[in-house]
């Protein structure tokens, strides 16, 4: 591929990933949650219930990260752990009824701001947009499983804590 294409690929996918990152910061601002806290919520309302091994998996994290922020949510009365009565080592986790407001109130905001932004797109490109990206998060999923975490700079982004998840849901 020529590296020019590459370039322009990488500066658009930035400009992407700022642009959302800064919807979804101001998104979860007025319901009173941080970002990491809004993929959290968000996948555990579309799934009803789950375990924290799946949702880490969703999530793109490791569990004792993720255990950490749903204590803290347990703590604040977005989340509960619901031990399995016959196997105490499955934790299933849901939403608390202030959990699922939240949930219901970013899903309104954040269908109502995309539904705008699809009406700057031609309705005849929608599904090709959306075919687009499904393409494009598959693409980056497989480079992912093949390369492992390619290292910036020589870093390796596992040695450091992830307090926020990934823009990409």
Not at 30 to 41: E, M, P, R
Request: hydrophobic share 35%.
């Amino acid at each position: 591929m020529d590296l020019a294409m590459v370039r322009d690929f990488r500066e658009t996918l930035r400009h992407l990933e700022r642009q959302v990152g800064l919807q979804l910061k101001d998104d979860t601002e007025c319901c009173g949650v941080t970002l990491a806290q809004c993929h959290i919520i968000v996948e555990i309302g579309n799934a009803g219930e789950t375990s924290v091994i799946d949702l880490a998996t969703i999530l793109g994290l490791d569990t004792s990260t993720l255990s950490r922020h749903i204590n803290g949510m347990v703590k604040v009365g977005l989340v509960n752990r619901i031990l399995n009565p016959k196997d105490r080592r499955y934790v299933s986790i849901t939403l608390t009824e202030q959990g699922q407001k939240i949930y219901q109130s970013i899903e309104d905001i954040c269908n109502s701001k995309y539904a705008r932004v699809f009406e700057f797109i031609p309705r005849e490109k929608h599904k090709q947009v959306l075919e687009c990206f499904n393409l494009l998060v598959h693409a980056i999923t497989e480079a992912k499983a093949l390369e492992g975490d390619l290292r910036c700079c020589g870093n390796d982004p596992r040695e450091k804590d992830r307090e926020e998840v990934s823009h990409v849901r």
